[in-house]
């Protein structure tokens, strides 16, 4: 038996959208299940109702036949709930595929050699173990979706086989422990750089404060996406804290939302931005890296990326005598490891500054 539910969606710009599902049901068992997302209700009514008496008529459709993975990859970039919901890293690599000889290949005939063939033609054009390693765990992500998303067969199975072969051969791997720090002189010169920058006349453009957003990513440890979104609203000028709202994590995002002190000038830096929005800092985060890696590249410092600077905020913190535990209510991790191995470098010579 058919029948389709109608699901309302807001989207940050206040629009509204209307995902509506239809499921086919035999002996209390869902058999079937489609969806499609559209700008108005009555659409969506018009759409459930003529999906379910198709269904009633024809039954359940088979899975139609194999499509080129290319096709699988636009289907996968043009479904709003899939690709709404994805990062940006996947997106841009899932782009990147759409490109690749491998994108050639029908869904259900992807082989382990097909998937050795791509990682060495990656690995020839410069990419790394770590990188090409987001090739196939995306590639594999959206095949997995093919068959209960779009009723395509793919073989997504294969990946099982391929995944250590590909690990043994060298051609994927985990990304190498990153222990970039700027150093004092580094640092010195970046912050003149970007007075420079945030002082010269804006032709028109907001004038970023480049200066107060880099110490103040420093000294909260919070990532620039993180550092763009925070509101007036979020502080607690009695307490010295800010919520910080869908904190980066592995399990949950959404709703991971965190009470984060204001240490050392952090606070008096929030409270010194002009209040003419609802966001302390109401820039957009890719503006704000594209000017520190302007200023980062006319100096001429390597290997160092914006991220980097929440590194340098937490072993600091370390340097200054915090706790793990006491890092990680400012970090954010909830995995201790992970914010000891990853995000903390210590210098050596830090130790003389302490008291025996």
């Known amino acids: 038996m058919a029948s389709y539910t109608i699901e309302t969606r807001k989207l940050q710009s206040g629009d509204l959208r209307f995902k509506v599902t239809v499921i086919v049901k035999k002996n209390s068992r869902i058999i079937h299940r489609e969806s499609k997302t559209l700008k108005k209700k009555a659409l969506a009514k018009s759409f459930g109702i003529k999906r379910v008496a198709e269904l009633e008529v024809q039954g359940v459709l088979k899975p139609i036949k194999p499509v080129p993975l290319s096709v699988l990859l636009d289907m996968f970039m043009n479904d709003r709930d899939l690709w709404d919901k994805t990062g940006r890293t996947k997106q ?170 204001l240490l050392a000038e952090s606070f008096d830096i929030a409270m010194n931005q002009p209040k003419k929005h609802p966001l302390i800092f109401p820039y957009n985060p890719r503006s704000v890296t594209a000017g520190f890696q302007r200023v980062r590249n006319e100096l001429g410092i390597e290997d160092l990326r914006y991220h980097d600077l929440r590194r340098e905020g937490a072993s600091r913190l370390f340097e200054k005598g915090y706790s793990i535990e006491e890092v990680a209510q400012v970090t954010g991790h909830r995995n201790l490891n992970i914010l000891w191995q990853v995000y903390t470098q210590l210098f050596p010579h830090k130790l003389h500054e302490k008291k025996l």
């Open 92 to 261: 841009y690599v899932i782009k990147m595929l759409r490109d690749c000889d491998i994108a050639k290949l029908q869904s259900n005939e992807l082989i382990t050699s097909d998937l050795i063939e791509h990682c060495r033609n990656r690995k020839g054009a410069g990419a790394g173990p770590a990188t090409i390693y987001h090739d196939i765990a995306y590639l594999r992500s959206v095949m997995k979706k093919a068959k209960p998303v779009f009723n395509i067969t793919a073989n997504y199975s294969i990946f099982e086989e391929a995944v250590p072969v590909l690990i043994d051969m060298g051609l994927i791997g985990k990304s190498q422990k990153r222990t970039r720090r700027p150093t004092k002189i580094e640092l010195e010169s970046l912050k003149d750089g970007l007075t420079k920058r945030q002082n010269k006349r804006p032709n028109g453009r907001t004038r970023i404060p480049y200066l107060d957003i880099l110490e103040f990513s420093i000294l909260t440890c919070m990532r620039i996406g993180e550092v763009c979104k925070i509101q007036w609203d979020d502080i607690n000028e009695e307490h010295r804290t800010v919520i910080v709202r869908d904190r980066k994590d592995p399990r949950k995002k959404a709703g991971n939302h965190m009470i984060v002190p």
